[in-house]
Nanobody, 116 residues
Framework: QVQVVESGGGLVQAGGSLRLSCAHS????????MGWYRQAPGNQRELVAM???????NYADSVKGRFTLLRDYAFNTVYLQMNNLTPEDTAVYYC??????????WGKGTLVTVSS
C-alpha cells in the first residue's frame, strides 16, 4: 500500500507564506503525476496544482502567480510554496499521487489557516 504523507500546514497571517511537503512510499518510476487539492468547509475538493512526470504543471486560476509547485528529481516528493496567502486559501490541503494504472493515492490532509 502506497503511503502519502503531508507536512507543513499551520496558521499564518494574510500576506504570509507557507511551504507544504508531500512524500510517497510508492515506486517513483510508476508515478505519472503528483499534486495538491484543497477542501474548504462546505466546499468540494478542488485542484490547486499538479505536475506530471514530464514536467507539465497546472495551477488553479485562484493561485496562479502566488503558489509554486516543485518536485524532486526522483518524483518521490513535491513541495507547494504558497505566498501572499489570503483567508480564501484556508482549507485542508491533500496531496495526490497517481500511478501509471490511474490509481490515486491520498494523504490524510494538512490544515492551512490564514487569518485576516
Amino acid at each position: 500500500q502506497v503511503q502519502v504523507v503531508e507536512s507543513g500546514g499551520g496558521l499564518v497571517q494574510a500576506g504570509g507564506s507557507l511551504r507544504l511537503s508531500c512524500a510517497h512510499s510508492g515506486d517513483a518510476s510508476r508515478t505519472i503525476a503528483m499534486g495538491w487539492y484543497r477542501q474548504a468547509p462546505g466546499n468540494q475538493r478542488e485542484l490547486v496544482a499538479m505536475v506530471t512526470r514530464g514536467g507539465n504543471t497546472n495551477y488553479a486560476d485562484s493561485v496562479k502567480g502566488r503558489f509554486t509547485l516543485l518536485r524532486d528529481y526522483a518524483f518521490n516528493t513535491v513541495y507547494l510554496q504558497m505566498n501572499n496567502l489570503t483567508p480564501e486559501d484556508t482549507a485542508v490541503y491533500y496531496c495526490n499521487v497517481r500511478d501509471e494504472t490511474a490509481a490515486d493515492y491520498w494523504g490524510k490532509g494538512t490544515l492551512v489557516t490564514v487569518s485576516s
